[in-house]
């Protein structure tokens, strides 16, 4: 194995294949184990490739006489810049395996929290897909028939009707994109890569799009506490933090003030100019510079913004449960008096007609 350009620390690993590594790294400097014969063995039991490839190149190269702070370097371009900077401070300090610990909580916060918004999902999803079919079948089968008989009949028909009729032509096809757009939602939340233009559209969402604010708001804190706290200096924290951030306006608004607190602006000062910041962090910082606790600050900021965002998330899963049943009964509602209405008087006229 060699170091090449194309070698497995240049290709870019997931998440959690990132935070794998880290732990293991952590792991065995906690251990005080030879690292290169340790990494060897913790990859024989990944399933991982990439994790796999990963941690044999990463042995090879220390067996070679690198040091760990050149591996590690080396794996910049294949680890979230937040990530890479975490074990580079942790690797400073002495204190990787409590870094380390410390960042794998906090993936794992927001890894359950993303669990319970798609499992939150899943079922008003499911009740979509046989909303979408009861549209299709009632079409197909029922609204078209009737239609024609009461046409054949001449059958005056009431103003319910007549909007029946006129929206189930295109009815079927807007329940399919209704079911489009809740697949698309869990995606929204998850930070996927290269969705983070729809961002703008995120954040218009009702109950959603304040859970993304407040999930996100709560990891750059943590982040930039966690940096901070290892004694990074602040533009570049903030910078190895943009790189790593899905939200576009938090990742321009990161830079901007890397920039400026490199001129000597301050900290609180700067952030409440870009206005990408939530505003209820800025007194945070404040309070934070006046006692020389900036990452305490952060730290408090974090826990604000967790708890607000498991509270959003129940407040999500309790309402939309309940939003769904209504508007497939509203439907079901919908159908069957604007379809017996106009039947009934028929059957009426007829049997009058009749006798």
Known sequence: MNAESNSPLHSKLGAADSTELGA?????????????????????????????????????????????????????????????????AGLRSGRLPEVMEEYIQTADSQRKLRQRLRLSLAYPICLAIIMTLMVFAFDRYLIGSFEKIFKDFGTSL?????????????????????????FLLPLLASDAPGFGWLTPVAYRIPLLGTLLKYTRWAMFSKLTAMLLEQRTPLPEAFRLIAAGLYDPYLRRACRKTAAEVETGCRLSDSMQNQRRFPPSLIPFVRWGEKEAAVPEAFSCANQLYEGRANSQTASFMALLVPIMFLLVFFFAGFVIIAIFMPLISLITSLTGGHK
């Not at 952590?26 to 990963?54: F, Q, V, Y």
């Not at 910049?76 to 990530?83: A, E, K, M, V």
């Not at 319910?160 to 809740?182: C, E, Q």
């Open 24 to 88: 293991a790294v952590a792991e065995l400097t906690k251990a005080g184990l030879p690292l290169p014969a340790g990494l060897r063995a913790m990859a024989k039991e990944l399933p991982s490739w990439r994790l796999r490839s990963a941690l044999y190149e990463m042995a090879f190269r220390l067996e070679r006489g690198e040091s760990i702070e050149a591996v590690m370097a080396s794996a910049s371009q294949s680890l979230p810049p937040h990530l890479y900077g975490l074990l580079l």
């Open 158 to 182: 009431p103003i319910i009707t007549l909007a029946l009729f006129a929206v189930s032509k295109f009815l079927p096809w807007i329940m399919v994109g209704l079911v489009a757009i809740m």
